[in-house]
């Protein structure tokens, strides 16, 4: 007799996740191959950042080859037989997302806070802290 944990993940699986505008995001996501494919959205939402309704999936084998896109999200993941080591593109179709324009990975776009000299001088309880080495 086969144990819960054999018979959970026979109807699970290991994919990994890219998305369209986070080039430094990858990760391994279980999935339940009885999840619809909106409730695959919504968990991809959590980890991401792309709304539902602005995301579009598709899936891709391990040989890079595209399967399909998961266009219906009343069918269960199961219905596109994805396979342990698949790859699950989401593409984030709203321009003015918060992953559009490398805002989330480009420390570079963030504005620093800079304070002059004297300024800072007239600070109590400061302390000084170079950086540069």
Same mark, same amino acid.
């Given at each position: ?82 396979? &342990? ?6 593409? &984030?179709? &709203? ?39």
């Amino acid at each position: 007799m086969a144990s819960a944990l054999q018979i959970q993940g026979d109807e699970s699986v290991l994919l990994s996740v890219t998305h369209s505008n986070l080039k430094s995001f990858s990760a391994y996501v279980r999935f339940s191959l009885q999840m619809t494919v909106e409730a695959v959205k919504e968990k991809l939402w959590k980890k991401c950042g792309t709304s539902v309704n602005s995301m579009c999936l598709e899936l891709y084998d391990d040989t890079g080859v595209k399967i399909s896109d998961l266009s219906d999200n009343t069918r269960p993941l199961g219905f596109y037989s994805p396979q &342990d080591s698949y790859r699950l593109h989401v593409i &984030d179709l &709203d321009p003015s997302s918060v992953t559009s324009g490398g805002w989330l990975e480009d420390t570079s776009l963030v504005e620093k806070y800079t304070i002059s000299e004297e300024a800072y001088d007239k600070l109590d309880g400061k302390v000084l802290i170079n950086f540069a080495h």
